[in-house]
């Protein structure tokens, strides 16, 4: 790709925060005047914000860059700030109010929470899992997924959470690239009803040659499995005779906390390392502030403890915070379309967190299954993922939060491990579509392709010109990769891979992953802004655009369009859209071809597949597939397109 990436999208709507919520937030303005000036000073002052064995002296050691290492000669156990530490006062207190997908539901107040994690990191040592190992945990979201992340970093074990929806041969990939010796996981997950076998999965993945010499069964769905005596072990027996007090693991701050696979684009699945204390550092600090976490306050987290929203934002940051969230097992439609509204409303959640994808499909289910419940107990909506199309900002802040929630729209990366940009809800005026500022502390710029910063207004490359604690360490196995993949791309800054641009403010607006950014007539344009102006038609509800090789322009916009409700797509609407993204950003980013589609091919994330697309839009033969979701919708979408209307 060659030159900085045009700025074409413009949004001008604008939300101050009320009176109330700049009065009562977490997070003042002068919080970034005190990150400006003292940068580690402000980290340092986070940092000590959690329980340390000892305290640290130094802040950051960039003696072998781009390896940096933070807090050194701290030492602690982080479930001892997640855990031990609320007991004394708040021990009563509702960390989690979990509902299965049949219905069922659990409590676990922060005593039996803690509780839970001391019996089974003592059932963990009682098998032979000790300091230095990594356990794979594989699981659907029951209680128990939760306390055995907890129950690893009790005993200093690294764990590797594998999600639940991956294939066995997947898992294997990873435990065998971490070398797992232990898997964690549940005979079976609820799915829409339906029983995914994990177990069986489990079984088949470590198959033969492996290093997993046990696995742990939770009882959850009582599904018949395959059972080795001398292999396997149930969670409930493990933990039957065990004591409910377990003697924390001191740690160094550098140790590894966990491995999280990434996918990426291409090849072999990247095992991003992550640490104790820096990690724990960034990931309580930006729940506290940037959700303005309080008491009282119901969380809600949709993302799956797979992911690493779910590691950041289930698990860590908010128990940190001594939080009270609710964790859901089942998909959004199950048993009807109005699932998620319905938990809100029951639990009475105040912050929920979701992503683009999940509001897209609420959007194209219809405003009525909200409506439907009372969400006024919501008083602040975050985002992320992907970027936020305006059209769908706008929707969720209206028929999700009333008008009046604000709504965080927060970026980050597997790699980053916590919030990196984001508005603070108290302190920044809102605008659809933009993640605003970087957070305090946070050294985030836009540069062209050579690295020097693009002045307001501009588009280019994110990077960040300063390391920061929750930062990945390194590529599990592959230190040069690391270096590689993150930090040659520009000297001395790490480059997350995405576009992004500013406006006059300086608020920054993310344009979408690089390698998705199209070449047209010699311009570089963003699929975000295309996907935007389409969006932005009152009968859109998800657009994916990719860049078709065409010889006239070099690349030409091929569009894939999922409408709303029971709208039916016809040349006519065609036409009406083309002439919509020419007038909404520019003639240049006009689509060459339209197809209509039931849904877009997504990763199991909830990532549109763009790669795919091209694929399709080319006639070539598919690469991958086996990250899809919904494998299915490609072929539709391949007889779509070989019949759709042209320039
Ligand atoms: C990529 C990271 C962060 C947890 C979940 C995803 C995209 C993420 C946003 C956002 C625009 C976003 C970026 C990023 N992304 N959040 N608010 N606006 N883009 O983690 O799977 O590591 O993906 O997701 O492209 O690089 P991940």
């Not at 979701?354 to 439907?372: N, S, Y």
């Not at 403010?505 to 996907?531: A, C, K, P, Q």
Request: aromatic content about 8%; overall charge negative; charged content about 25%.
């Amino acid at each position: 790709m060659s030159g900085a990436i045009e700025n074409l999208f413009h949004e001008d709507r604008q939300f101050p925060p009320s009176d109330d919520f700049r009065r009562a937030a977490n997070a003042r303005e002068e919080i970034y005047a005190r990150a400006e000036a003292d940068r580690l000073g402000f980290w340092a002052e986070e940092a000590r914000k959690l329980v340390w064995r000892t305290p640290f002296q130094t802040i950051l050691d960039d003696s072998d860059a781009p390896f940096y290492r933070w807090f050194t000669d701290g030492t602690l156990n982080v479930t001892e700030s997640c855990l031990d530490r609320h007991l004394e006062t708040h021990s009563a207190k509702i960390a989690f109010h979990w509902e299965g997908e049949p219905g069922d539901t659990r409590t676990l107040t922060y005593q039996e929470l803690h509780d839970e994690v001391c019996r089974f990191a003592n059932g963990l040592r009682s098998i032979g899992v000790g300091k230095g190992d990594t356990v794979a945990i594989y699981m659907g979201m029951v209680p128990e997924i939760v306390v055995a992340m907890l129950a690893c970093a009790r005993i200093g074990a690294a764990h590797s959470v594998v999600f639940g929806g991956f294939s066995a041969d997947a898992l294997r990939e990873r435990i065998a690239d971490a070398t797992c010796t232990t898997v964690v996981t549940c005979d079976g997950a609820w799915r829409r009803g339906k029983v995914v076998p994990l177990k069986e999965n489990v079984d088949a993945a470590i198959d033969g040659e492996s290093p997993v010499e046990r696995v742990v069964v939770v009882r959850r769905t009582e599904n018949e499995v395959e059972w080795s005596d001398a292999r396997d072990h149930w969670y409930h027996e493990v933990v039957a005779d065990q004591p409910a007090t377990c003697e924390a693991e001191e740690m160094g701050a550098e140790d590894l906390l966990y491995i999280l696979y990434t996918s990426g684009s291409t090849g072999k699945p990247k095992g991003i390392a992550h640490s104790q204390g820096g990690y724990l550092t960034g990931v309580a600090s930006t729940f506290r502030n940037v959700f303005d976490h309080r008491d009282e306050d119901i969380y809600w987290c949709t993302a799956d403890c797979g992911w690493v929203t779910g590691h950041s934002y289930i698990v860590y940051g908010p128990l940190a915070n001594r939080a009270t969230s609710v964790i859901y097992e089942g998909t959004p439609d199950h048993p009807g379309q109005d699932r998620f509204w319905e938990v809100v409303a029951r639990y009475g959640v105040t912050i929920l967190y979701t992503a683009p994808t999940a509001i897209r499909t609420f959007m194209k289910w219809g405003t009525a299954h909200p409506a439907r419940h009372d969400l006024s107990s919501l008083r602040l909506l975050g985002s992320v993922g992907e970027p936020i199309n305006p059209e769908a900002w706008m929707w969720y802040h209206e028929h999700i939060g009333g008008s009046r929630c604000p709504i965080v729209d927060t970026w980050w990366q597997t790699e980053t491990g916590a919030i990196m940009i984001s508005p603070l809800p108290g302190v920044t005026t809102l605008k659809p579509g933009s993640a605003t500022r970087p957070y305090p502390g946070i050294d985030a710029v836009i540069v062209d392709e050579e690295g020097n910063e693009v002045p307001p207004g501009g588009g280019g490359f994110l990077a960040v010109r300063s390391p920061w604690p929750s930062m990945l360490r390194t590529i599990h196995g592959d230190p040069e990769r690391y270096r590689e993949v993150y930090w040659s791309r520009f000297d001395g800054m790490y480059f997350p891979g995405d576009g992004c641009k500013s406006d006059e403010d300086g608020d920054f607006w993310l344009l979408g992953r690089v390698d998705d950014v199209m070449l047209v007539s010699g311009h570089n344009i963003s699929t975000t802004e295309v996907e935007s102006a389409l969006v932005d038609h009152h009968a859109v509800a998800e657009a994916a655009v990719v860049g078709r090789t065409d010889p006239r322009t070099g690349q030409a916009i091929a569009a894939f369009v999922t409408l709303k409700g029971e709208t039916r797509g016809d040349d006519g609407l065609i036409d009406e859209l083309r002439g919509h993204v020419a007038t909404k950003i520019g003639p240049i980013a006009k689509p060459a071809s339209i197809v209509f589609t039931a849904d877009l091919p997504k990763t199991r994330s909830g990532k549109i597949m763009r790669r795919l697309l091209r694929d399709i839009s080319e006639q070539r033969q598919l690469g991958d597939v086996t990250t899809l979701a919904n494998a299915e919708i490609v072929e539709a979408i391949r007889s779509g397109a070989a019949s759709s209307s042209e320039d």
